[in-house]
């Protein structure tokens, strides 16, 4: 089969992201977003780990640690303690407090707004670094792909499947396929529809608005 063309995979991701407008408007962050701060640390924890699971142990770490400050006066350990039911817990609360006192000793105690200076902090990857920009600054230069924007990209025939296990070239892929101004609303409303329709072991094709746009629906 020939090669599919950048204008037809643009054709198909535009259409989706239009449907997915239509369907669900602009979605909110769904970690803590009270402060660019809370929301680094809980985009931190979540790796690996479901949202809900990090939303149950945020009240209490940020009631107890809410700024940099105070987070970079904690220890790993008293972290990890809070924070223990997640995966990888210790690694995380580790991360946590060496990324607030970074951002106290650095960045006079403000969560910087650059790619290259967020991607600095323990933890933070181009993912986190994505989401923080966008949600808390309203920066839109890059898209945050986590396992269901991954999934669904690579169903919808718009990133190459070398590409699958590989999320930073997914991102590139998504952004030399999609206009800029879509970039903004992908995660979140990716995820709501990865949550609602397109799971990642059984996708509900039989229920799926976009079988007709969809390379990988899977009907009969």
Partial sequence: MPRESNAAKRE?????????????????????????????????LSAQTTDAQVN????????????????????????????KSLGFYK??????VEAAQIIVADFGGEVPRTMAELTRLPGVGRKTANIVLNVSFGIVEGIAVDTHVN?????LGLSPKTHEKEPLKTEQDLLKILPHEYWENVNHQWISFGREICHARAPLCGECPMTDICPSARLG
């Fill in 151 to 155: 999934r669904i990209a690579h169903r």
């Fill in 56 to 83: 149950k142990v945020t009240p209490e770490l940020f009631r107890r640690w809410p700024t940099p400050e105070a987070m970079a006066g904690a220890t790993a350990e008293e972290v990890a303690e809070v924070i």
């Fill in 12 to 44: 198909r991701g535009v259409e989706f992201c239009e449907r997915l407008n239509r369907r669900y408007g602009p979605v909110a962050a769904f970690l803590d977003h009270s402060s660019p701060f809370r929301l680094v640390i809980s985009v931190l």
């Fill in 91 to 96: 690694t995380k609360a580790k991360h946590a």
